[in-house]
């Protein structure tokens, strides 16, 4: 995971205010809105990682502001610290209360403001990192059981039409580890996951199930391509020449189970569990192979 530049947005009616942010947020990348209406549709548009959000505004307030992006999914979670002159308790508490996580009063020391927009994004920053660790499979990068279910459940609900999985197991994984050990066993994974996210299209959600267990869902109007792809994954793997501790070639190839949705199908556990009796199969009958379930 890098770290990126962040994107502050700063919305204030008064220009000679944003000005000021602009110069005083020079480290940062800054979009500036002159307004609510605006300010919604920048966020709508950008990848906004913290909001500077002025209260009085013509038209819709910052209030207002805040209130809808808080109802919007994408933009829920950017911190907003409102900038304001307006400095009575009230003021204050219905800032927090709307969804603001900080609020500084205008005119405001430039240091202060600074380390408090500081803050806010290490805050950020340290979610993104939690949000990884807890979705990712730490050996792989690649999406771990919990997080592949989530996304490929909402791929499925989002539309079944031409939609496929596959399940991929690594043949015969046990013995690899017996006989190599498992420094070799955890290189044959990586390299693995390596050949089959290379081979995948981008919008298709890729995760580790366990051990050597593999599952990718996609998406894909012709059909002959996505049983090529999965053809050409496997054939690579076999050919792929991985080193031991001591210097021996390791081989190792994969057997895949593949299954397309049809009327039978009414979610994706149905789909997956096709997918996997596919991969039964393809084990059954003498591994390194695919089985397909496409009508
Ligand atoms: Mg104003």
Redesign the pocket.
Known sequence: MMVRRRTILAV???VANLDILIDLLKDYDVIEATGGVEALEIVAEEKIDLILL????PGMDGYAVCRKLKEIEKSKDIPIIFITAKSDEDAIEKAYDTGGVDYVTKPFKPKELLARVKIQLEHQEMIEKLEFMASHDPMTGIYNRRKFFELASRKFNESSENLYAAMMDIDKFKKINDTYGHPAGDRVIKAVTGVIGENIDDGSIFGRLGGEEFAVVCRHPDQECVVESLELIREKVEQLELKSESGELIRCTISEGVAKVDETINNLDELLQRADEMLYKAKGSGRNKAVFRIR
């Open positions: 204030d009616d008064t002025d209260i009085m505004m």
